[in-house]
Nanobody, 126 residues
Framework: QVQLVESGGGLVQAGASLRLSCAAS????????LGWFRQAAGGEREFVAG????????YYADSVKGRFTISRDNAKNTLYLKMNSLKPEDTAVYYC???????????????????WGQGTQVTVSS
């Protein structure tokens, strides 16, 4: 089992950057595939980016491709999401998630993740 805690959210203007972090408990962090999801007010939770155990296989939602970068530091038990060129439509609560199953590709559905953080709010003003 793993516990996840996000941080790094805030209020920024359009065009700015933020880096979200997700700190994980436990000594088996490198056994988990990880993902970032977001949920805007009144909206569904949507996939943002995912990274497999080794960090080589990565996948992004089309809406963030080229602007966001997901990475992981297994030595620090931490997942990151660097967000550049933020837009008002990026406003949402951002969640990190984890699962320990082997999959061929990056899991992009929320039902495919077993562990979730509490979320961090990102607000982008125009």
């Amino acid at each position: 089992q793993v516990q996840l805690v996000e941080s790094g959210g805030g209020l920024v203007q359009a065009g700015a950057s933020l880096r979200l972090s997700c700190a994980a408990s436990g000594r088996t962090f490198n056994m988990y595939a990880l993902g970032w999801f977001r949920q805007a007010a009144g909206g569904e939770r949507e996939f943002v980016a995912g990274i497999k155990r080794g960090g080589v296989s990565i996948y992004y939602a089309d809406s963030v491709k080229g602007r966001f970068t997901i990475s992981r530091d297994n030595a620090k038990n931490t997942l990151y999401l660097k967000m550049n060129s933020l837009k008002p439509e990026d406003t949402a609560v951002y969640y990190c998630a984890a699962h320990s199953r082997y999959t061929v590709g990056v899991v992009t559905t929320s039902s495919g993740y077993d562990y979730w953080g509490q979320g961090t709010q990102v607000t982008v003003s125009s």
